[in-house]
């Protein structure tokens, strides 16, 4: 990091400044000429203006008449950089101030000094793509709301937070050029004894970091930090609630919380505890709710979010990869989206979570429209939730969403819709293309659905919990999305059905579900799933090399992480010895999938 001496900032062709006198209101002066200057000429008028012996100015203009001189507002928020390089978004937030000059021929002269720094970041990215934002962190504070004096420039802050986002827009890399060029308006404040630095994300939800040094920032000076090694990290969760509240509760949120992550720097919202075993787990999985729609890492805005804890899935991987094979191999409708963080809960750091979407009726998730159904076969429902069942499932199908009352119209619609599907399915024409259960289902949800659970022997997958169907009035059940992988691939405990079942590589299990059984009895659907699998057996390699590179993104972390809950070995195991237990258990949960793809490609080609 330098000071940046080649870096000068000039006036630009639509500027306006706003001109106090003594006493009065303030009046705008816009751009006359010599633009593109340091120097240049801004003309105007105004009632009172003349009787004032002195005045003051400042920019950006900020347009109220009654605006109070002494109070002008100041925010670092919001800026957005528009292409690689760009300057021009820097000027709205170039605080200026130039006080008590007096009139000399005819024209006063004023001398603006900056109120802001301006830092220029130039890192050499690891990989091309289109990069959305830049967040500077420090363990100190950065001022980013405030107001100052025009006859001073004294800055009266009334906010402060250890990150400050540029969000960046038309930034795209290439292998030609790999180099992110970018600027960004702080207040100065002396970070010489802090930490300081940079968390970059493209559009892919990747994290970089990038450490910086941690300087005390003046007024009206340049900084450049440049950076040639930029290294991929989990992004990094922040959420505190009012007085430290600790969440008991898997009903009752804890509203008026705080949350920063990624783009998000600081948003109220309400959190719960969520899930059913994990939730009497030591590491606790969170349920949030916004006050206002929310975008977490840059996915399209939602009140409602989660965090998984997957405390008992010793690789941390298996519900990441599950997503990741319904995102890139499945064609399901819809896959929820989950990002790996790392979660610190009012001060205290929790471990390493996936933050992402909860499943629900909307048209960015689960797209069934304004009136359709979200279900869940549920052996755990809650005796209060809405649910019914059905000659051949034998758990509650449980009514997710919408909220239904037990015999309204939504309710019998659902019932009767699946009472239907499943007499069609066991009909003695269940094959018929018109009235049989090719009426009633998806048949490519169905294939797809099957496949991820049967290819990872979901333990939970055979129509006991966690078993997601959706439904559009008028069209067909479909089922997905996928949900609850943490003690699949092989991941259950080590205990008798463990040893003997759903860790075992070998043999059908999903097949052998009541309604899978049924539909494996028509050709065309066993036809259907033997060219479905086969193009997931072609591209297993994409699940390695997913499973690798995670791996190796998580690997310093799960240091932290098995300090705090021990499920990789011992808390108190070094740091290498945490490293090389870890990839045991990654190098198993890919020997098991190798094996179990190899069984299933001998045996659903044989069928």
């Known amino acids: 990091v330098k000071g940046d001496e080649t870096m000068s900032l000039v006036w630009a062709e639509n500027d306006t400044i706003g001109i106090f006198p003594d006493e009065g209101y303030q009046v705008a002066f816009p751009m006359a000429g010599s633009s593109g200057s340091k120097n240049?000429?801004?003309?105007?008028?105004g009632w009172g203006l003349k009787t004032s012996s002195t005045y003051s100015a400042y920019s950006p203009l900020v347009g109220q008449f009654y605006l109070d001189k002494t109070k002008i507002p100041l925010t670092l928020n919001g800026q957005t950089q528009k292409g690689n390089g760009s300057t021009s978004h820097i000027g709205a937030y170039d605080y200026l101030f130039a006080p008590r000059s007096t009139v000399e021929n005819g024209h006063v002269n004023f001398n603006f000094q900056h109120l802001v720094t301006i830092l220029r970041f130039k890192f050499t990215m690891p990989k091309p793509g289109t990069y959305t934002s830049i967040v500077l962190k420090t363990n100190g504070q950065l001022i980013t709301e405030g107001t100052f004096c025009i006859d001073d420039g004294v800055v009266t802050t009334t906010k402060v937070t250890g990150q400050q986002i540029l969000r960046l827009e038309n930034v795209k890399l290439t292998e030609d050029n790999l180099v992110l060029d970018a600027y960004m308006s702080i207040m100065?404040?002396?970070?010489?004894?802090?930490?300081?630095?940079v968390d970059i994300f493209d559009n892919e939800g990747n994290c970089y970091t990038a450490d910086l040094v941690g300087l005390d920032f003046v007024a009206g000076d340049f900084y450049r930090f440049t950076r040639t090694e930029v290294t991929q990290t989990l992004p990094m969760v922040t959420i505190s609630t009012p007085d430290g509240q600790t969440v008991?509760?898997?009903?009752?949120?804890?509203?008026?919380?705080?949350?920063?992550?990624?783009?998000v720097e600081e948003a109220t919202f309400g959190i719960k505890g969520r899930g059913n075993s994990t939730w009497s787990a030591p590491k606790k999985p969170y349920a949030s709710k916004f006050d206002k729609k929310t975008s977490l890492m840059f996915l399209p805005e939602d009140k409602s979010w989660v965090l998984l804890a997957n405390y008992y899935d010793t690789s941390l991987l298996r519900n990441d990869l599950a997503f990741y094979m319904g995102h890139e191999m499945s064609i399901l409708d819809y896959t929820p989206h989950f990002y790996p963080v790392e979660l610190t809960l009012n001060g205290e750091y929790k471990g390493i979570y996936q933050l992402g979407e909860k499943l629900k009726i909307s048209k960015?998730?689960?797209?069934?429209?304004?009136?359709?159904f979200l279900l869940e076969i549920d052996a755990k429902a809650a005796s209060d939730e809405i649910s019914f069942r059905t000659t051949h499932i034998g758990q509650p199908i449980n009514i997710k969403d919408p909220d239904v009352v037990e015999g309204d119209d939504n309710y019998n619609y659902v019932k009767d819709f699946l009472e239907k599907a499943d007499a069609a399915l066991f009909a003695d024409?269940?094959?018929d293309e018109a009235e049989g259960y090719k009426k009633y289902l998806d048949m490519d949800s169905f294939?797809?659905?099957?496949?991820?659970?049967?290819?990872?022997?979901?333990?939970?997958?055979?129509?006991?919990?966690?078993?997601?169907?959706n439904l559009k009035r008028g069209g067909k059940l479909k089922m997905g999305p996928l949900w609850d992988f943490d003690v699949a691939f092989g991941g259950y405990w080590d205990n008798e059905r463990g040893q003997t079942?759903?860790?075992?590589?070998?043999?059908?299990y999903i097949k052998d579900v009541a309604w899978y059984a049924r539909l494996f009895q028509d050709p065309v659907f066993v036809s259907k799933v033997k060219e479905r699998?086969?193009?997931?057996?072609?591209?297993?390699?994409?699940?390695?090399?997913?499973?690798?590179?995670?791996?190796?993104?998580?690997?310093?972390q799960v240091v932290e992480d098995n300090k705090l809950w021990g499920t990789i070995t011992e808390k108190s195991a070094s740091t290498e010895e945490v490293k090389a237990a870890y990839l045991e258990k990654v190098t198993y949960l890919k020997t098991w999938i190798g094996q179990r793809l190899e069984w299933l490609n001998t045996n659903i080609n044989a069928l």
Not at 447 to 469: G, H, P, Q, R
Not at 501 to 508: G, L, Q
């Open 248 to 263: 008991t509760s898997k009903e009752v949120y804890i509203s008026n919380s705080l949350i920063s992550v990624a783009e």
């Open 364 to 372: 960015k998730r689960v797209n069934v429209g304004d009136d359709g």
């Open 501 to 508: 079942i759903a860790n075992v590589p070998e043999n059908f």
């Open 447 to 469: 294939v797809e659905w099957y496949l991820v659970n049967e290819i990872s022997k979901n333990n939970d997958a055979v129509f006991y919990t966690s078993c997601y169907m």
């Open 429 to 431: 024409n269940f094959t």
């Open 533 to 556: 699998f086969n193009d997931y057996y072609a591209n297993k390699q994409m699940i390695y090399d997913h499973i690798d590179a995670t791996a190796t993104l998580l690997l310093d």
């Open 188 to 197: 100065p404040i002396n970070l010489s004894d802090k930490t300081l630095s």
């Open 40 to 45: 240049a000429v801004f003309t105007g008028g």
